[in-house]
C-alpha cells in the first residue's frame, strides 16, 4: 500500500513553441480543463498531499492555473532549461522536507490516472527507491526502452544509445517516475555531473539508485496514460481519448446517450441517474444534470444546473449560472444566463432569460427578451409564480413581474406589474383601407407586375 507522505512534483516549464501558440503548453486544454489542472487533479487524487510545480521564466500565468486547483502549491521556477533532472531539483526545498512518496509528473501528460501513479507509490511502499512508468507503444520509434530483469528495472536505454537487440524491446519509458522520499536527493544529486550537453536526465536515476545498491522497478500501463502533447494534433488526439473516457463513464453510470460520438463532454460534467442525451450536445465546465433530464439536440451547456426531470432543447443554449427547476422546460433557441428557473417554469421558443429569477409554473412566450444591460450595468428580472409572458415582450430591466401576473404580448414592460394585474403596452392598432394598393400605384409598381405577367 502507498505510504503516508507523498509530494508530487510537476514539471510545466514547457513552452508552446511546438503548438504554434503564445500559450504555455501547460495552459492548453482538453475536457474543458487544463492539462495542468488534470496533472495535478490525478495527483490529489493518487494521495500527493502536497504539491510543487515547476515553472519556467516568466510564466505567472502558469502558477496561477496551479494555485487556481492547489492553493497551498509551491512554485518553483527553472531559470536554466538543462533537462528534467535539474528541472526536479528546482524543487529541492520541497523534496527536503521528507515525504515518503515522491511523483514525478509532466504538465503535457494530462491522461494519466490516479490509479496508475497509486501503483508506482505502492512499488516504492514495497522497497523499491525508484519506480518507472513503462508502457508498450503501437510505434515505439524515438522512445527510451527499459531493460528489465525479472521484476527489476536494469537501466532506461536512450533510442540513440540502443542497440540492435534492444531496440527490439517493446517496453519504453513514459517518462513518470516516483522516488523514494528517503533517497531521492542522494540520487537526484549524483545526476548532477552533467553529460556532454550539460544536461541533466532523470532517466540516469535508474542507474545511479543500482550503483548505490537500491532496487528500481517499472510498472506497465497502457498508452493512453502517456500520451504527450508537443503539437496541436497531439492535442486534438489526447481530447478524443478522453472524450471516449468520458462517455464511457456516463455509459457505465446509467446515462442513456443516443449516439455518445456526438456528444461532448467535460471532465467535470456530472449526471445523476435515467438522464438522456440526444445526440449533439456539448457540455462546457461546471454542468450538473439531475435525474431524468432529456437534453436534446444540437443543445451547448455550460456553468448551469439541470433540474430533476427537466427538459432542455433542441437548439438551447445555457450559460453560467443558468439553473433550472425540477421539470422546467427550456425550448428550441431559448437563452438562458445567470437564471434561477423554479419547477414547473417553461420558455419554450426562440427567448433570452438573463440576469433573472423566473418563477414556478411561469410561462415565458416566444421571441421574449429580458433586456438586462443598459451598456453600462446589469440588471435583474423577477417573474413571479405562475406569470404569463406574451409573446415577443421585451422586460426592461430592472422590473418585477408579480405573481400570476399577465404580460400582453408584443409589450415593452418598464414598470413592475402587480399580482394578478394585466399590462399592456403597445401603440394602438390602425387600419387604413387600400394604403397598400395606393402605394403600390403610386410608385409604379402596378405597371411592372403587369409587363412582367405579359412575358
Known sequence: MPRRNCLAIVLAAGEGTRMRSAMPKALHTIGGRTLLAHVLSAAIKAGGSEIAVVVGPDHDAVEQAARALAPRARIFEQKQRRGTAHAVLAARTAIARGADDILVMFADTPLVRPQTLIELRTALGRGA??????????????????????DELLAIREERDASGEERQIALCNGGLMALSGDTALAILDRIGNANAKGEYYLTDAVAIARDMGLKAVAIETGEDDMRGINTKAQL??????????????????????????????????????????????????????????????????????????????PFARLRPGADLGADVHIGNFVEVKAAKIEAGAKANHLSYIGDARVGAGANVGAGTITCNYDGVAKHRTDIGKGAFIGSNSSLVAPVKIGDGAYVGSGSVVTRNVPADALAVSRGEQTIKPGWAKRLRQLKGLGKKKAKTSKK
Open 129 to 150: 527507491a525508484v519506480a518507472v512508468l513503462g508502457f508498450r507503444p503501437a510505434n515505439p520509434a524515438g522512445y527510451g526502452r527499459l531493460l528489465t530483469r525479472g
Open 236 to 313: 486534438a488526439e489526447t481530447e478524443a481519448v478522453l472524450q471516449q473516457r468520458l462517455r464511457a463513464a456516463a455509459l457505465d453510470a446509467g446515462v442513456t446517450m443516443i449516439a455518445p460520438e456526438t456528444v461532448f463532454l467535460c471532465a467535470d460534467t456530472k449526471f445523476g441517474k435515467d438522464v438522456t442525451i440526444e445526440p449533439n450536445v456539448v457540455f462546457g465546465p461546471g454542468v450538473t444534470v439531475a435525474d431524468g433530464a432529456l437534453i436534446r439536440s444540437f443543445s451547448h451547456l455550460e456553468g448551469a444546473h439541470v433540474g430533476k426531470g427537466a427538459r432542455v432543447g
